[in-house]
């Protein structure tokens, strides 16, 4: 059974805090990304890394940077977390080819205060 | 203008009833085609894939008009666990995947 799991369900931060999200995949994807949703705006695309070391910049990158040292895991940081990053994270793992299916991991609801 | 719309409902029906959702994307060089169910405040899980041709998987018909650059999706008999929101996903070739808001469905007994 294929499974992305994240680091915590719930978290509560300080404005300035800084923030790290770890989402770790076991189906050697290479493929994985992070995404906010936020009601009525759907998925968007913050960052993704098509593989180890690979970062690229999705819709939404600013406030946010990721890392990716080993292929199972992918990181996204709030270097300095500000109330109107109060959202959901979802991460998603994705075999190479484009109509493969995406894997999500239960999220992060996260909330700065 | 959104490159991914779809109408946000609610759809709310009984048991039983035939609702259908239609979805339309801007980029006409999309690819791939998928439409995916949400369950409240859970991730969103694959429903399934939306081929050229229309295709079925038991109550659930998907289609694609590229023409018109919409896609649907029909679910037939309605049960209670079919309460979810369903989004809409665009896939333009390699890594630019883009997820509609969603809509949302309410089945009552």
């Known amino acids: 059974d294929v499974k992305v799991t994240q680091s915590s369900r719930y978290l509560v931060k300080r404005t300035g805090e800084k923030v790290f999200l770890e989402c770790v995949q076991d189906m050697d994807h290479e493929n994985m990304f992070w995404y906010r949703q936020d009601p009525g705006l759907g998925l968007r695309l913050i960052y993704f890394?098509?593989?180890?070391?690979?970062?690229e910049k999705g819709d939404i990158p600013e406030g946010y940077s990721v890392s990716r040292e080993k292929k199972e895991r992918f990181s996204l940081i709030l270097e300095s977390a500000s109330t109107n990053q109060t959202s959901m994270y979802l991460c998603?793992?994705?075999?190479?080819?484009?109509?493969?299916?995406?894997?999500f991991g239960p999220g992060t609801r996260l909330t700065v205060t | 203008r959104k490159e991914v719309e779809q109408d946000p409902g609610p759809f709310n029906v009984p048991e039983g009833a035939t609702v259908a959702f239609n979805c339309t994307y801007s980029?006409?060089?999309?690819?791939?085609f998928f439409w995916y169910r949400q369950d409240c405040r859970k991730e969103p899980k694959l429903l399934m894939s939306?081929?050229?041709s229309g295709n079925e998987d038991g109550r659930f018909t998907a289609q694609l008009n590229r023409a018109s650059q919409y896609i649907s999706l029909l679910i037939r008999d309605s049960k209670l666990s079919d309460s979810a929101t369903y989004l809409c996903v665009v896939r333009t070739g390699g890594f630019k995947t883009i997820f509609g808001a969603g809509t949302r469905l309410f089945v009552k007994a």
């Open positions: 890394s098509y593989d180890v070391k690979m970062k």
């Open positions: 939306v081929y050229s």
């Open positions: 980029n006409s060089a999309s690819q791939s």
């Open positions: 998603a793992s994705r075999s190479g080819q484009s109509a493969y299916e995406q894997y």
